[in-house]
């Protein structure tokens, strides 16, 4: 069974630091690209991180010099430490898994559930 699980999310105040998990089964972790995004109430959404199998990182503006990505393709998990958080980044952080099947030209897209994070006083 292809799953995400998220795990990490709670209350913290400002300036407080969070790690989130994801744990993937039931497929090839490695061959994915993951990447984390969040929404918030009332918004569509947005790209946090990203991490490719080959290594490369993307992060959205935000988050910059904040926020860490990372995986262990051997645990078959992906991680993002949350520093210096802020009451903006408050929202359900959802975990992705993404790969380009060749033979049907399609990409394929796989998501957690969403963990909460709440940054407040």
């Known amino acids: 069974q292809v799953q995400l699980v998220e795990s990490g999310g709670g209350l913290v105040q400002p300036g407080g630091s969070l790690r989130l998990s994801c744990a993937a089964s039931?497929?090839?972790?490695?061959?994915?690209?993951m990447s984390w995004y969040l929404q918030a109430p009332g918004k569509q959404r947005e790209l946090v991180a990203a991490?490719?199998?080959?290594?490369?990182?993307k992060y959205a503006d935000s988050v910059k010099g904040r926020f860490t990505i990372s995986r262990d393709n051997a645990e078959n998990t992906m991680y993002l430490q949350m520093n210096s958080l802020k009451p903006e980044d408050t929202a359900v952080y959802y975990c992705?898994?993404?790969?380009?099947?060749?033979?049907?030209?399609?990409?394929?897209?796989?998501w957690g559930q969403g963990t909460q994070v709440t940054v407040s006083s």
């Open positions: 991490l490719t199998s080959s290594g490369s990182t």
């Open positions: 992705n898994a993404r790969r380009y099947v060749a033979d049907r030209r399609v990409w394929e897209d796989l």
């Open positions: 039931g497929f090839t972790f490695s061959a994915y690209a």
